[in-house]
C-alpha cells in the first residue's frame, strides 16, 4: 500500500506565504507524477500544480506567478510554495500521485488534504 501524507496547512493574511508539503511511502516502485489538487465546498476538485517524472510542470492559470511546485525524488517529496495568497485560495489542498506498486501496476493516490484559509 502507498500513503501520501501531507503537511503545512494553516491560517495566513491576504498577501502572505504558506509552503505545503506532501511525503510518499510504502510499497513504492516508481512514482509517475505527483502534484497539489484544490476543493471548496459544492465545487469540484480542481488542478493546482503537478510535475512528472521528466520534470515537466502544469499550472492552475490562477496560480501562476504566485506558486511553485518542486520534487524531491529522492525522498519521494513534493512541496507546494505559495505566495501573494488570496482569499479565493482558500480550500482543502490534496496531495496526488501516480505510482507503480511493481513494474507493470500503478494507481493513483491522495493525500487526506490540508486545509488553507486565506483571512484577514
Known amino acids: 500500500q502507498v500513503q501520501l501524507v501531507e503537511s503545512g496547512g494553516g491560517l495566513v493574511r491576504p498577501g502572505g506565504s504558506l509552503t505545503l508539503s506532501c511525503a510518499a511511502s510504502g510499497n513504492i516502485f516508481r512514482i509517475i507524477g505527483m502534484g497539489w489538487y484544490r476543493q471548496t465546498p459544492g465545487n469540484q476538485r480542481e488542478l493546482v500544480a503537478k510535475?512528472?517524472?521528466?520534470?515537466?510542470?502544469e499550472y492552475a492559470d490562477s496560480v501562476k506567478g504566485r506558486f511553485t511546485i518542486s520534487r524531491v525524488n529522492a525522498m519521494n517529496t513534493v512541496y507546494l510554495q505559495m505566495s501573494s495568497l488570496r482569499p479565493e485560495d482558500t480550500a482543502v489542498y490534496y496531495c496526488n500521485g501516480h505510482i507503480y506498486t511493481t513494474y507493470n501496476a500503478w494507481n493513483e493516490y491522495w493525500g487526506q488534504g490540508t486545509q488553507v484559509t486565506v483571512s484577514a
Open positions: 510535475v512528472n517524472n521528466g520534470g515537466g510542470i
